[in-house]
């Protein structure tokens, strides 16, 4: 077995899809929500990049912010008409996870009658160079998608320890009642919580689409895959989530290498289901008391 190339696969395929497990989880740790709309949001932001790339310019950097913004911007609807109006009323945690569903199914069918069914393809960001690494080629698209997947969560980290918005949304994230009290705003904040977890789902939109074509319902699996990641991880807990993000990348590599990709999901899902079992808060066993009330 090539050890290398699998290890090689598993952290890219954890970089992509932990990016949304990030999110998912700042998302329920501050603000309460399952959002379950990112599948909509990954696309959105797709689609966003394709356009500026078909219409405006291909320059790589133009059309990854591009796509960057427009994942932020995906992510203010989703507050806008899913979290400002429910965040106050019973059973938010449900409503609010029926409502986000329901903007990816919604969303997903908008983007298949306006785009059509044709996949989409955006340009190349990271150019075809290559280099030897222990005996097994990284292109640039993979080195690529390491290095962005990292700067991105190394800059929402500073962001988040040095801003005061940063720093409301960590007080947020520890006690969400006793931030209410003091002052910080749970509708601003959840702007800011919304704009900054959809810019992440953005740029994994942007690095995926170096490898797949952007279509539809493309967003499914990646949301599927976040959440996941996210529950294995333990919801709440961004650690967590970065932890199980390797384990579920492993998994991928390993099935892809002996099984084949249409087993996937099913080994995958699996070793959460094992997880679960034995620890059914997960791998980091910190989820929020107080969201469970």
Not at 58 to 77: K, T, Y
Not at 85 to 114: C, E, V, W
Request: charged share 10%.
């Amino acid at each position: 077995m090539d050890l290398t190339f699998v290890v090689t696969n598993a952290i890219i395929v954890a970089c992509i899809y932990g990016l949304i497990a990030v999110a998912v989880s700042i998302t329920w740790s501050s603000l309460g929500l399952i959002n379950l709309a990112y599948g909509f949001i990954f696309t959105f932001a797709g689609y966003g990049a394709w356009m500026v790339a078909e219409y405006l310019t291909e320059n790589p950097f133009l059309v990854a912010a591009s796509g960057i913004v427009a994942g932020a911007l995906g992510g203010v609807i989703v507050c806008l008409t899913v979290f400002i109006p429910l965040h106050d009323k019973p059973n938010f945690t449900t409503r609010g996870m029926i409502a986000t569903l329901a903007i990816s199914l919604i969303g997903s069918q908008a983007f298949l009658i306006y785009f059509g069914p044709r996949p989409k393809a955006l340009p190349e960001f990271f150019g075809y160079w290559r280099i030897e690494f222990l005996g097994t080629t990284l292109t640039s698209d993979k080195i690529g998608i390491v290095f962005c997947s990292i700067l991105m969560l190394l800059v929402v980290v500073f962001w988040m320890r040095g801003s005061r918005r940063g720093l409301e949304i960590r007080a947020m994230m520890m006690n969400p009642q006793a931030a209410s009290i003091v002052g910080i705003g749970i509708r601003s904040t959840g702007i800011y919580v919304m704009a900054v977890t959809g810019a992440m789902a953005g740029l994994a939109a942007i690095l995926l689409s170096q490898t797949y074509y952007l279509s539809p319902f493309g967003g499914v699996v990646p949301l599927i895959k976040g959440v996941s990641i996210a529950l294995l991880g333990g919801l709440g807990s961004v650690q967590g989530a970065v932890i199980a993000a390797i384990l579920l990348g492993l998994v991928e590599a390993l099935t892809n290498k002996f099984l084949g990709g249409q087993y996937v999901l099913m080994t995958q899902f699996l070793v959460i289901i094992a997880v679960l079992i034995v620890r059914p808060r997960g791998i980091s066993g910190l989820l929020d008391k107080a969201r469970e009330q």
